[in-house]
């Protein structure tokens, strides 16, 4: 299983990005975590294959998680962005439910770069 994540960058407060991770394979689990320096992982949105999506309180509203099965690429539409939402954003897989934010990921990209600034 191989995740590529890009589409990270500076952005203004208020503003919009669009993150993207191409992934060899879909798992049973595709999520977005997040992740500041000092701090603990984070889980923004979670999409579980025949079922809904999840998203973390400190997002929802904001953030959409979506996925392109023609193109084997999971998104992430990040609205209304606020200087606390700037971390390393990583997409997961998981070939096995339960699909939560406090499972063990089997797999993991390398990371994108968000940084929310004026």
């Known amino acids: 299983e191989h995740l590529r994540e890009s589409g990270g960058g500076l952005v203004q407060p208020g503003g919009s990005l669009r993150l993207s991770c191409a992934a060899s394979?879909?798992?049973?689990?595709m999520a977005w975590f997040r992740q500041v320096p000092g701090k603990e992982r984070e889980g923004v949105a979670l999409?579980?294959?025949?079922?809904?999506?999840t998203y973390s309180e400190a997002v929802k509203g904001r953030f959409t998680i979506s996925k392109a099965n023609y193109v084997n690429t999971l998104y992430l539409q990040m609205n209304n962005l606020k200087p606390e939402d700037t971390a390393m954003y990583y997409c997961a897989s998981d070939y096995w439910a339960p699909c939560t934010f406090t499972k063990n990921y089997a797999y993991w990209g390398q990371g994108t770069q968000v940084t929310v600034s004026s």
């Open positions: 999409i579980a294959r025949h079922s809904g999506t």
């Open positions: 394979n879909y798992g049973f689990c």
